[in-house]
């Protein structure tokens, strides 16, 4: 079992980039007000003591603290195999994310658009398609009156697996977090 750091004031918006042919289930689609619903205004709930503890629940919660891991809400958009094109359903989810963050309780938040691979290619080639995947949500949020100075893409390539097999097309994905820092 993989071990996952958990910290407790950040709240992860987890953005799936899968290759079309990989996917079998159906995509799903979003509203803005899901979106807002689950930032909360963008505030983290930093608790009484705003302590965080970096370690596996398991851990943690050994070392007596509260483990509350920060809820993902999951925003499925497809990329073709080695591709940074928004496909369609993406660009209707992210038309709801850019609602979202032109809503007056996101205003004041801003996000880092986290891009990630599989462990298909070089590492090198992967760490760069990551950023192009990043900069494209960016990019499309961009066009959709986002202000980018809330949005800052980074690119981890095939560092940061969410499933135990790398090759997965679970892998490839982008995810969005409210930056606490």
Same mark, same amino acid.
Request: hydrophobic content about 35%.
């Given at each position: 079992?993989? #071990?996952?750091?958990l910290?407790?004031?950040?709240a992860a918006?987890?953005?799936?980039v899968?290759?079309?042919?990989?996917? @079998?289930?159906?995509a799903q689609?979003?509203?803005? =007000?899901?979106i807002? #619903?689950h930032?909360? &205004?963008?505030?983290? +709930?930093l608790?009484?003591? $705003?302590?965080?503890?970096?370690g596996?629940?398991a851990?943690c919660?050994?070392?007596g603290?509260v483990v509350?891991?920060a809820?993902?809400? =999951?925003?499925?958009v /497809?990329?073709?195999? +080695?591709?940074?094109?928004l496909?369609p359903?993406?660009k209707?989810n992210l038309?709801?994310?850019?609602?979202?963050?032109?809503?007056?309780q996101l205003?004041?938040?801003?996000?880092l658009?986290? &891009?990630h691979t599989d462990?298909? &290619? @070089?590492a090198?080639? +992967?760490l760069?398609?990551?950023?192009r995947?990043? #900069?494209a949500?960016?990019?499309?949020?961009s066009?959709? &009156?986002?202000d980018?100075a809330k949005?800052?893409p $980074?690119g981890?390539?095939?560092?940061?697996?969410?499933?135990?097999?790398?090759?997965?097309?679970d +892998?490839? /994905?982008?995810?969005? $977090?409210?930056?606490?820092?």
């Open positions: 079992m993989r #071990k996952q750091a910290v407790s004031i950040s918006f987890a953005v799936g899968c290759a079309v042919s990989a996917v @079998s289930a159906q689609s979003y509203k803005a =007000d899901d807002i #619903k930032f909360g &205004g963008g505030k983290p +709930n608790g009484v003591s $705003r302590g965080l503890c970096v596996t629940e851990e919660s050994k070392a603290h509350k891991p809820a993902a809400f =999951d925003l499925v /497809r990329f073709k195999y +080695n591709s940074d094109v496909e359903d993406a209707s038309d709801e994310f850019a609602k979202a963050l032109k809503d007056p205003a004041a938040s801003s996000f658009v986290e &891009g462990a298909r &290619g @070089s090198d080639y +992967n760069n398609l990551s950023e995947r990043a #900069k949500v960016v990019s499309y949020l066009e959709r &009156g986002v980018t949005l800052l $980074r981890f390539g095939q560092t940061k697996p969410i499933v135990a097999d790398p090759y997965s097309g +892998n490839r /994905r982008v995810e969005t $977090r409210i930056r606490v820092d």
